[in-house]
């Protein structure tokens, strides 16, 4: 890469973060962590990427991919905040849908499809750092997939956020 192409990029990135008054975007590193598989030895590791948009200053749609050695899903969400303590901490509601593609069977010896379609609940908390734009995030998100079963990682989806 040339120096002007390098210099064009770093000016995008530095107006973007420099720049960005309302902050309507938010791009995050997010975990979903199974408390329902007791043994260290089969407790996958979900990590994945979230978007979200912010529609009002309260409501927020969101996009998210994330895969572990089991499972890979995808999946969107809209998420209402509701202020606690000014701008900084934020209680969230709100729901979605998404699409999980089991890698492996799962080892509970039932019949399975290999593609499940499911929906989820979000309850949690949003804490944003005043200094920068970054934030943390955790929630319980339960699922269920269509036929009203409980599906995949079910408990705490938590995650940190870079808002722009």
């Given at each position: 890469m040339n120096k002007k192409h390098t210099l064009s990029l770093?000016?995008?990135?530095?107006?973007?973060?420099?720049?960005a008054q309302e902050q309507k975007h938010r791009l995050s590193l997010v975990s979903d962590l199974d408390a329902?598989?007791?043994t260290e030895e089969t407790r996958p590791i979900t990590l994945g990427i979230q978007y979200q948009y912010s529609l009002t200053e309260r409501q927020n749609l969101s996009a998210f991919f994330a895969v572990s050695n089991k499972i890979s899903y995808f999946g969107a969400d809209y998420v209402y905040d509701f202020p606690l303590v000014g701008n900084k901490l934020e209680f969230n509601l709100g729901g979605g849908m998404g699409l999980y593609k089991y890698n492996t069977p799962p080892s509970i010896g039932i019949d399975y499809d290999p593609k499940e379609w499911y929906l989820a609940g979000t309850v949690g908390f949003t804490y944003n750092f005043s200094a920068q734009p970054l934030s943390i995030?955790?929630?319980y998100k339960?699922?269920?997939?269509?036929a009203f079963d409980p599906v995949?990682?079910?408990?705490?989806?938590?995650?940190?956020?870079?808002?722009f």
């Open positions: 770093l000016a995008v990135i530095s107006s973007l973060i420099t720049f329902e598989i007791v995030f955790a929630a339960p699922k269920i997939d269509s995949g990682p079910t408990d705490m989806f938590v995650g940190i956020g870079y808002r």
